[in-house]
T-cell receptor, first 113, second 114 residues
Framework: EDKVVQSPLSLVVHEGDTVTLNCSYE??????LLWYKQEKKAPTFLFML????IEKKSGRLSSILDKKELFSILNITATQTGDSAIYLC?????????????FGQGTRLTINP | SAVISQKPSRDICQRGTSLTIQCQVD?????MFWYRQQPGQSLTLIAT?????????ESGFVIDKFPISRPNLTFSTLTVSNMSPEDSSIYLC???????????FGDGTRLSIL
């Protein structure tokens, strides 16, 4: 059964701290790994990773994929209160020709001022 | 990229009733999807909405409970039928052309059943 596991499930830090969120996966036919930020209802897209070892960066956020060890990390440096959200990791699996996005449980990140 | 809008944003319904959620994309897209997010849980795929054919449902979801329409390449609806309190969730639509491109989500519908 396809599985995407995120850790920690919850994290509380102070503004200015650096955080690392983890995502491991086991899927049948891996195509790519995605990170989303969910603040209210709609997940907003952050990164899509397909190749190992290539870091993707956007401002204070960065992410990298390890396809050998089947995991990814999302780093946020110099955190701000606006970074408080649920961060979702998802993996594209291709099953019998059908693309499916399998989500992890999410990490609830709280940034205290 | 294309913009996706979803409505209603939220609703409170009586048990036994049905509600239809609409999802509109501002350009033609091949694949549209419907997800459910139960309180405190992650997103679970309900079905893939196929244009011109019946939706493809995931295990645990059936057409009688969650009928889906996809009349064209820009629009889809999900109906939650004969609702019970266990159907209280956020329902999300998304689109994604292929596994080489990210899925983008609508704003979601927060549904509460009394």
């Amino acid at each position: 059964e396809d599985k995407v596991v995120q850790s920690p499930l919850s994290l509380v830090v102070h503004e200015g701290d650096t955080v690392t969120l983890n995502c491991s996966y086991e899927v049948t036919n891996f195509r790519s790994l995605l990170w989303y930020k969910q603040e209210k209802k709609a997940p907003t897209f952050l990164f899509m990773l397909t190749s190992s070892g290539i870091e993707k960066k956007s401002g204070r956020l960065s992410s990298i994929l390890d396809k050998k060890e089947l995991f990814s990390i999302l780093n946020i440096t110099a955190t701000q209160t606006g970074d408080s959200a649920i961060y979702l990791c998802a993996v594209y699996d291709l099953i019998q020709g059908a693309q499916k996005l399998v989500f992890g449980q999410g990490t609830r990140l709280t940034i205290n001022p | 990229s294309a913009v996706i809008s979803q409505k209603p944003s939220r609703d409170i319904c009586q048990r036994g009733t049905s509600l239809t959620i609409q999802c509109q994309v501002d350009s033609q897209v091949t694949m549209m999807f419907w997800y459910r997010q139960q309180p405190g849980q992650s997103l679970t795929l309900i079905a893939t909405a196929n244009q011109g054919s019946e939706a493809t449902y995931e295990s645990g979801f059936v057409i009688d409970k969650f009928p889906i329409s996809r009349p064209n390449l820009t629009f889809s609806t999900l109906t939650v039928s004969n609702m019970s309190p266990e159907d209280s969730s956020i329902y999300l639509c998304s689109f994604g052309e292929n596994p080489n491109q990210p899925q983008h989500f609508g704003d979601g519908t927060r549904l509460s059943i009394l």
